[in-house]
């Protein structure tokens, strides 16, 4: 489980639960920033898609301790406020703007290098990687 996770929110139960049941087995990385962001955890792969264990959207949980200093910050994906659904994203520079706006919820703790290659991935212009790249099987350790 992400590190934030020691920390009760329903985001990291959301997050490992759809991880142990196999929801982001084979589903695609579909937005890809350089220099800001990764984004993930939509079934469709359209970057619409996708639900959350709670049957609907959940709120978000904003604690402000938890802020994007630098990159593997672990933050979940939405369309606006109290939006959460089963998308989050990892960025990959610190995204101050972005802190009182997603819930964060872990931070890569080793793999560094495997984000900063997904980063570098080639896109087209609206940021969807040219190539797939999947998550083959997602677990919660």
């Known amino acids: 489980m992400p590190p934030a996770c020691a920390v009760p929110l329903q985001?990291?139960?959301?997050?490992?639960?759809?991880?142990?049941?196999?929801?982001?087995?084979?589903?695609?990385?579909?937005?890809?920033?350089s220099d800001f962001m990764v984004q993930g955890g939509d079934p469709t792969g359209t970057g619409r898609g996708g639900t959350s264990i709670y049957g609907q959207k959940f709120d978000d949980e904003i604690h402000p301790e938890l802020r994007f200093t630098g990159a593997g910050i672990l933050a979940m994906a939405n369309s606006g406020p109290n939006s959460n659904g089963s998308q989050f994203f990892l960025t990959l520079a610190p995204t101050p703007y972005l802190d009182t706006k997603h819930t964060i919820f872990g931070r890569v703790s080793?793999?560094?290098?495997?984000?900063?290659?997904?980063?570098?991935?080639?896109?087209?212009?609206?940021?969807?990687?040219?190539?797939?790249?999947?998550?083959?099987?997602?677990?919660?350790?």
Not at 18 to 27: D, E, H, I, Q, V
Not at 117 to 136: C, M, Y
């Open 11 to 33: 985001a990291c139960k959301n997050f490992a639960e759809l991880a142990k049941r196999g929801y982001y087995n084979g589903t695609v990385f579909h937005r890809i920033i």
């Open 110 to 141: 080793s793999g560094m290098r495997v984000l900063q290659r997904l980063g570098a991935v080639a896109v087209d212009g609206q940021d969807r990687p040219r190539e797939d790249v999947k998550i083959h099987k997602a677990r919660v350790v």
